[in-house]
């Protein structure tokens, strides 16, 4: 008996040196950051940025992977579903973190449990657009021809859970109007029928709507943000609208599967602080948007459990479930 005792001690210690050799050496290996979105929208390519500076910090290969799908749930799926080795990450958003919770029967994963938060990485406003061809010229008369046609408009929307669909829930609450919601695979996907007025309106991301709205392609009103955007400053807010207290954007944090070694989870919010503090990563997320954040573990994870309760009241009373 007590020789199998020294044998497990002995496995133990051996087993104890080599991860901690393991996270010395970090990263080995390739690192991936997944995205639950398509190409070119704001967590695309704010993911992108980070791991071309990232893979310089660390010396290893640092590859962006889309993988689509209700509202970046299969992407955030696929992060906690990994093994927690620092080897696959996600630049996962609060559509998936604090909208879809109370959205989700079976959601899969737990916001809270199932990840290990390392930063939170930029905010971004959505705006309240519509096409060019649309009667409506300014936010009351888009308010008067809703009423006008109860259940006729519809608004386009980036997947159930998103800021966009909570924001155009919220807007249809706050206004009592009747708009039906058209789901899409991404803001990208949705922006032909938006262009061409197959659909009446959408909450757009800033990132991808304001150059169509610069181009005279589509007409704003609001930004969803309780102050203006930096880049768009003569957009008004909805609460400046009429709408005291809207607020609905989006929001994205990189986030590793729980159980990560904290050694590793310190160095990649180091890293990642660093780089999303450079007035280059600065200007160029504020080029489309977007402001960088680089906040700690700790300050994410609060931000989480704080608005998890918060969103869980407005999705109840407005009756918000997946699929709407």
Known sequence: MKIICDIAAVLSILLAAGTAFAQ???PEQ???????????????????LLADKLAEALAKPVVVENVTGAGGNIGALRVAKAAPDGYTLGMVG???????????????????????????????????????????????????????????????????GTSQHLAAELFKSMAKLEIEPIAYRGTTVLLPDLLAGRVSMSFGNV???????????????????????????????????????FEAVPWFGLMAPAGTPQAIVDRLHRESAKIMATPEIRKKLNDIGADAIGGTPAELAAVIEREIPQW???IKQAGIKAGD
């Open 24 to 26: 010395e050496n970090y």
């Open 30 to 48: 390739p690192v991936r950051i997944l995205v639950g979105f398509t190409p070119g929208v704001a967590p695309d390519v704010a993911a992108r």
């Open 94 to 160: 609060n559509g998936s973190l604090i909208f879809s919770p109370s959205m989700y029967d079976k959601l899969g994963f737990d916001p809270i449990k199932d990840f290990a938060p390392i930063s939170q990485m930029f905010v971004a406003a959505n705006v309240l657009v519509v096409p060019i061809s649309s009667p409506a010229k300014t936010l009351p008369e888009l308010v008067a021809l809703a009423r006008a046609l109860p259940g006729k408009l519809t608004y386009a929307h980036a997947g159930a």
């Open 207 to 245: 990132v991808n709507v304001l150059p169509l709205v610069r181009d005279g392609k589509l007409r704003a009103f609001a930004v969803t943000s309780i102050k203006r955007s930096g880049i768009a400053p003569d957009i008004p807010t909805m609460a400046e609208s009429g709408y005291p207290g």
């Open 312 to 314: 869980a009241k407005v």
